[in-house]
């Protein structure tokens, strides 16, 4: 798909310290006009933080909610997997002509043709530890809060969360154990965040659970009837991963059972 340039403005975009000059794209702007909330966070969760991630990213999106993220591996790849290419937002830190990093860009891809994905850097722009920092801003602004599921003290995550401070969006994180995921323990233990304890209340809360409840019923309904994981992906494609990746379902010999 073509590269193109966003020649409308982005009231969102107005939290960044300095409104961008240009934002290229590939995809669909109408993503825009949705309710987003942005989900970051390590690059090696934790087996707990990935689950969860891909809970939420899911749970989020059914309730038509649009997940915004980095497009990079961990949190942020599970997130847009979870989400549906359709329903979320990948936010890049080169030019919309390379697809960065390498292992993400089959996913990438599907966003572009299904979802969107956005730039502030023109294209033949290479991946540099200061355009990360770019990225991270315009991510945390897209969206209307940051769920930050795991992260490390002085990990580029911290970034993320200083511009949500600066911007006054409110931080929510997953909780953990001691000496796991101390940027975020940290955060509870200063006051900087909520908590999320209970997905369910956490998304009825933002998003509309009626929307998710329908998809979720529709799906669950046709899985009650062990179909083939074949038809299943048919016919669900894009719930059978974020199914998958949250545990509801599981392949057994190319048949699909309820967890």
């Known amino acids: 798909m073509p590269i193109q340039e966003i020649l409308f403005h982005i009231k969102e975009l107005d939290f960044m310290k300095k409104y961008p000059q240009t934002v290229h794209f590939i995809g669909s702007t109408k993503l825009l006009q949705k309710k987003k909330i942005s989900i970051v966070g390590s690059r090696k969760p934790n087996q707990y933080a990935r689950h969860k991630t891909g809970e939420l990213a899911k749970k989020l999106s059914n309730a038509n909610i649009c997940i915004v993220s980095g497009g990079a591996i961990g949190v942020d790849a599970i997130a847009h997997k979870a989400a549906g290419v359709e329903n979320t937002i990948v936010v890049a830190a080169t030019g919309l002509d390379k697809r960065y990093p390498a292992i993400n860009s089959k996913l990438i891809e599907e966003v572009e043709n299904k979802g969107l994905v956005l730039s502030q850097f023109k294209e033949k722009t290479p991946s540099t530890k200061y355009n990360f920092v770019i990225r991270n801003e315009l991510v945390v602004a897209l969206g209307d809060i940051l769920i930050v599921t795991y992260a490390d003290l002085n990990s580029g995550t911290m970034r993320s969360i200083e511009f949500a401070l600066k911007m006054g969006k409110e931080i929510y994180v997953l909780s953990h154990r001691i000496g796991e995921s101390d940027a975020t323990n940290r955060l509870l233990q200063e006051g900087k965040a ?3 304890y209970d997905i369910d209340a956490f998304v009825k809360e933002f998003g509309d659970v009626s929307i998710e409840d329908k998809r979720q019923d ?12 074949d038809e299943t992906l048919a016919k669900f494609p894009s719930r059978v991963f974020e199914a998958e990746l949250s545990g509801e379902i599981e392949v057994k010999n190319g048949t699909i059972v309820l967890a």
């Open 194 to 196: 909520k908590a999320i």
């Open 218 to 229: 529709r799906f669950l309904e046709f899985c009650k009837t062990n179909p083939t994981y």
